[in-house]
């Protein structure tokens, strides 16, 4: 048994148990369970203001969000009461729904720091070049512009992703990689990610509303969230076809009716 | 050299006058000293290169005073309707300078105007012929080498109309310095249609008290741009430049770019005077705040003819609970014609930008010094791209947080 549990534990890159998360003292999520496998990918799903956010911050070490129940293990390692900057550095990469602007800091300078170079004493940026091509964002346009300023919905995307390129992160969690996004820019992050998540076997963690992005980067599992709960987890195939003929509200309901009666 | 008589007793009287603002500095502890061949060696080269200033390289002007000696003064062979000289020896030459001398700013205004006349300690002449433009930007370097000095040069700057030049000084110390005075009087001319762009680098230490006195007259339609940047600790500095825009449709601009560090009292202000119609007027004040410093910013804009606009607007950061910054922003409006605006924001370091850069693995104090140099930016317009690359580099270069 216990050596059944050992093999498991090496296959695990992150494993969250009974977690509780309290902001400004009000708890926000509630007794999530949830693990991922080495090179597995899962979706999180839910309304808006359902907790996915919170969760992916809560595991890539937000202050704000207080860990009051629980435990964050990732790659054997608790890092529960870590900093942002020690989970980063331990490999854990996450693209923001609606990253800052950084005036004075320049695309092609995050990109370096991303991928652990000091670009104060960089020469070479041929492989920010690279990266950069890779999600479509034309380098001579692109390299020198400050970070965010003035980025429409989908280049600052484009730009998150390049960043997480960089990063070559263990884990990495896109959290709603494809809001406020057209069609256009949506093929082209969906296609530069399956690209990357192939090549490097990634494990990836997915924050979305919407099943379209999940027909580049197809999960294994799907969890769904409501009021701070994961509610539901289930396969890609069982779930989506759902979701999408019941809507979010809808298959909840039908699924705490049928407990329910189990219960009775 | 009668004529000079009227301002030695006005000086004279002015000597224990106080200046509205800053701490009362005893001007008698500071020594005087005579005048000395110094050769330019390594220390002095590279603090110069600190404040902007390249020694090793031909520029279209150089000017070195190293405590009250003139070490170079000259233009370069290729450019024409350029003059460079220490201001006493343009005296001589010019008796039509003598119309210029104390214009811009009165001889009696404080005890540190007067003790500059008085002390005479040299200062640079710069006069650009009318329609000439010099691309290239002229050098100035004041420099402090002896413990315990007054230095009080006077420096008078013409740009004849339709004149353009662009202007870098930097004041400095030497390394073993601690303690001393400096007192830089700054008179501006611009005339009609003419350009200044006037870049001031200041790199003090912890014993350094500073009290520059700025004037500028501007003329119809002329230009004057000021950029003040202060990196380094000072004791105590205190300065007020005003810009007086006599002629129709002239233009001032301030902008200011500091970072109070350890003990620093800063007191940094401007005054803009809109006297004719369509002039226009701006000063943008960007600090951070650190240690114990203190930062005051006062800003006066005072709209005085038709159609005239001004904006004031104040930017700070503190890093650290025991610093502080305070905005007084004033806009006296003496016309109905007069459009005045201004903004001041003072804040902390945002903690989603910080979060955001340790997100990918920068570590805190370099997250913090990204975000700094980031709002410190110069990213102004209408200066010099080679320019605003130069301050970018210093502030990369000389803020550590």
């Known amino acids: 048994m216990s050596y059944i549990k050992l093999l498991k534990g090496f296959k695990l890159l992150l494993e969250i148990n009974n977690l509780h998360v309290l902001v400004e003292g009000r708890e926000i999520l509630k007794e999530i369970n949830l693990s991922i496998e080495k090179g597995e990918i899962i979706a999180i799903m ?187 987890t289930g396969s890609y195939e069982e779930l989506i076809p759902k979701i999408e003929t019941l809507g979010y509200d809808a298959l909840i309901k039908e699924v705490l009716k049928n407990e329910l009666e189990r219960k009775v | 050299m009668n004529w000079r008589e009227k301002y030695r007793e006005l000086a004279l009287q002015a000597l224990t006058k106080k200046s509205i603002y800053g701490s009362d500095i005893d001007i008698n502890k500071f020594i005087d000293k005579k005048e000395e061949e110094v050769e330019i060696n390594e220390e002095i080269k590279s603090r110069a290169l600190e ?139 611009v005339k009609k249609n003419a350009k200044v762009i006037f870049t001031m680098i200041h790199s003090w230490n912890e014993g350094m008290y500073v009290r520059p006195r700025t004037g500028v007259i501007i003329e119809d339609d002329g230009v004057f741009v000021s950029n003040y940047i202060l990196l380094k600790p000072v004791r105590d500095l205190q300065a007020y430049p005003t810009a007086y825009l006599i002629g129709k449709n002239a233009k001032a601009k301030f902008n200011s770019i500091i970072y109070g560090s350890q003990d620093s009292i800063i007191d940094l202000g401007s005054r803009i005077i809109l006297m004719n119609e369509g002039c226009s007027g701006e000063s943008i004040f960007k600090v951070v705040a650190t240690g114990n410093a203190k930062v005051y910013n006062r800003g006066q804009i005072i709209g005085q003819n038709r159609n005239t606009k001004g904006h004031l607007e104040c930017r700070g950061m503190i890093l650290c609970p025991t610093a502080s910054i305070v905005a007084i922003p004033e806009l006296v409006a003496e016309h109905s014609e007069t459009e005045l605006s201004h903004e001041a924001a003072i804040g902390k370091l945002q903690e989603e930008q910080l979060n955001y850069l340790m997100a990918r693995g920068i570590p805190p104090d370099d997250a913090i010094g990204i975000l700094v140099k980031g709002f410190l930016d110069p990213g102004l317009p209408g200066i010099p791209e080679i320019l605003q690359s130069e301050i970018r580099r210093k502030i990369l270069t000389t803020i550590r947080v």
């Open chain 1, 46 to 232: 839910g309304h808006n203001a359902s907790g996915k956010t919170s969760l992916a911050l809560t595991i890539a070490g937000f202050p704000q969000y207080v860990v009051s129940k629980g435990k964050i293990i990732f790659d054997g390692r608790d890092i529960t009461n870590l900093s942002i900057y020690e989970r980063a550095r331990l490999g854990i990469g996450i693209a923001f729904q609606s990253p800052p602007a950084i005036h004075g800091l320049k695309l092609k300078d995050m990109i370096a720091f991303a991928a652990g170079k000091n670009p104060w004493i960089l020469r070479d940026y041929n492989f920010v070049e690279e990266i950069l091509r890779k999600v479509n964002l034309e380098p001579s346009l692109y390299m020198n512009r400050e970070l965010n300023v003035g980025f429409s919905g989908g280049e600052r995307k484009r730009s998150e992703l390049a960043q997480l390129f960089a990063m070559k992160p263990k884990l990495m969690i896109l959290d709603e990689i494809d809001s406020g996004v057209d069609i256009d820019s949506l093929k082209i992050l969906g296609n530069s990610l399956k690209e990357y998540i192939e090549e490097n076997n990634c494990t990836v963690m997915i924050i979305t509303h919407h099943r379209h992005i999940l027909q580049y980067v197809k999960p294994s599992k799907v969890y769904i969230m409501s009021k701070g709960r994961i509610v539901l």
């Open chain 2, 51 to 189: 404040v902007g200033i390249e020694l090793s390289q031909e520029k279209s002007g150089t000017y070195l005073q190293i405590d009250h000696s003139v070490i170079l003064s000259k233009v370069a062979s290729n450019i024409k309707g350029l003059e460079i000289l220490p201001t006493d020896e343009a005296l001589l030459k010019y008796d039509w300078l003598r119309s210029y001398y104390w214009k811009a700013i009165s001889v009696d205004q404080d005890k540190y105007t007067a003790i500059a006349e008085l002390k005479s300690t040299k200062g640079y002449f710069i006069r650009v012929a009318p329609y000439v433009r010099i691309t290239q930007p002229i050098q100035a370097c004041l420099y402090i080498h002896s413990q315990g000095l007054l230095q009080a040069p006077h420096n008078i700057i013409i740009a004849e109309e339709g004149s353009e030049v662009n202007i870098i000084t930097g004041c400095t110390i030497g390394s073993k310095v601690n303690y001393g005075l400096h007192i830089g009087i700054s008179e501006f001319y």
